[in-house]
């Protein structure tokens, strides 16, 4: 899924970057459902961000993980490519409850006031 990636008035499945993640066997869709596993998202705070959140066990990275990926023929590893999620986008999300997402953890915030979700299939 992705997330503020592209201009709103363009056909996301005729733009370059849907096209190769699914040459490289992923499933591409416009909105949020239980089959997805990533957000590629260039910023947080968006509906879909925020959506993934609430949702628990999606990967939420930046474009960098889908391009380095691409470029290297593998999957690289989702938690060095964390989207840096704005703290009001995590506000939007409290109701996402970590005590039953065991695996989700939060790492420390920066003087930016960012801070990193890391989300873990398990």
């Known amino acids: 899924l992705f997330s503020g990636i592209f201009p709103l008035n363009v056909i996301p499945e005729e733009q370059l970057l849907w096209k190769k993640a699914q040459s490289f066997g ?5 909105d949020f459902n239980p089959q997805i596993t990533h957000v590629v998202a260039a910023r947080g705070g968006t509906d879909k961000v925020i959506t993934a959140l609430h949702n628990g066990g999606v990967f939420i990275v930046t474009p960098n993980w889908l391009y380095d990926s691409v470029a290297h023929w593998v999957r690289l590893d989702e938690r060095n490519f964390r989207l840096p999620l704005l ?18 953890t939060f790492t420390s915030a920066t003087s930016c006031g960012e801070v990193f979700l890391d989300i873990r299939v398990s």
Do not use: E, N, R
């Not at 992923?26 to 416009?30: E, L, M, S, V």
């Not at 986008?89 to 065991?102: D, E, N």
């Open 26 to 30: 992923a499933k591409c869709y416009k």
């Open 87 to 104: 703290t009001s986008s995590l506000s939007a999300a409290s109701s996402v409850s970590l005590a039953t997402a065991s695996t989700s």
